[in-house]
């Protein structure tokens, strides 16, 4: 398993920006960003194959979010941007060591601590 370090989650007005950070401790096949409300369960938001730098984005984030990596430092982001209310959630950063798909939970075997992001209105 890889070691997820998260960093950056805050709390920032409707319509702000925040940049959240996952720095890996080794190789992970593919990344991403879930997130979660108390009673809810855990949706992705984000993912990235690390090879090819393809991404997928669920529905509710596309155009506003951007995921993105640094090989070099086995570091992954988030930028959120335009950020809504609804967008308050504890966000996980996540690795897998294989192939499937992107954007389901089952997928991934290693998690971050989690980084808890609050947009106000």
Do not use: H
Request: proline letters at 2%.
């Amino acid at each position: 398993q890889v070691q997820l370090v998260e960093s950056g989650g805050g709390s920032v007005q409707a319509g702000g920006s925040l940049t959240l950070s996952c720095a890996a401790s080794g190789y992970a096949f593919k990344m991403a960003w879930f997130r979660q409300i108390p009673g809810k369960e855990r949706e992705g938001v984000a993912c990235i194959y690390t090879t090819k730098g393809t991404t997928y984005y669920a529905a509710s984030v596309k155009d506003r979010f951007t995921i993105s990596q640094e090989n070099a430092k086995n570091t992954m982001y988030l930028q959120m941007n335009s950020l809504k209310p609804e967008d308050t959630a504890v966000y996980y950063c996540a690795a897998a060591s294989s192939g499937g798909a992107c954007l389901s939970l089952q997928q991934y075997n290693s998690w971050g601590q989690g980084t808890q992001v609050t947009v106000s209105s």
